[in-house]
């Protein structure tokens, strides 16, 4: 087997995710033997037992496996009756949605693999937080979508530069993604922020808004 080779496709070699690289290249380098390391993980409470499941989840999920009903493959754009809770807990007043209107997928990763390519072809572009999460450029530069960047002011809680933001937009633009709360800042984004973006977005007839 040792002549079989097989062939790296262009989607892979531009595939790269940023915090893997700083990772490896702080082991490379070396930690500092003078210093403690400060374990962050990766964002994931489970590991030090910081936040275990509600009761009423361990039920639900216990009454699942045991009644039998859930052992198939569900719809694809998830089961009808969690879409219909989704739709009523996150219906606006003014624009109601159906269950029709709300698609599950798995986390907001998985959800984000499915938004971007959907909106945004090769050769578009979109607006991505600086500073943000690593997974944007990544996802972006896996389906060859250009990342433009606007800017999060530290020196104003965080809050987006909307006047930056306005000069990245051109023709091809598809599409502003808002992390709010902020990743890594923390930062929420208040009224103002969202009303300002909401009014750019009708006045050019832009992009669609990724929250």
């Not at 790296?8 to 380098?29: C, F, G, H, W």
């Not at 210093?35 to 639900?60: C, E, M, Q, W, Y």
């Not at 923390?186 to 832009?206: I, P, T």
Request: glycine share 10%.
């Amino acid at each position: 087997m040792s002549d079989w080779k097989v062939p790296t496709t262009s989607v892979a070699k531009r595939t790269t995710n940023p915090i893997r690289l700083i990772i490896e290249q702080m082991r490379a380098a070396g930690m500092n033997p003078d210093k403690d390391t400060i374990s962050l993980s990766i964002g994931d409470p489970t590991v030090f037992g910081n936040l275990d499941p509600h009761s009423n989840v361990r039920d639900a999920l216990s009454e699942s496996v045991a009644n039998g009903k859930r052992h198939g493959y569900a719809h694809s754009c998830g089961l009808d009756h969690a879409r219909a809770a989704v739709a009523r807990s996150f219906s606006p007043a003014e624009h109601a949605i159906s269950a029709q209107d709300v698609i599950l997928a798995s986390g907001a990763s998985g959800a984000l693999e499915l938004a971007i390519p959907a909106l945004a072809d090769e050769g578009d572009n979109i607006l991505l937080p600086k500073p943000g999460f690593s997974l944007y450029e990544t996802i972006c530069g896996n389906h060859g979508v250009e990342c433009k960047f606007y800017t999060c002011d530290p020196e104003n809680n965080w809050e987006i530069d909307l006047e930056q933001l306005q000069s990245l937009v051109d023709g091809r633009t598809r599409a502003i993604l808002v992390n709010n709360p902020s990743n890594p800042c923390g930062s929420v984004f208040f009224c103002k922020a969202h009303g300002g973006l909401a009014g750019f977005g009708r006045e050019k007839q832009a992009p669609n808004y990724l929250g």
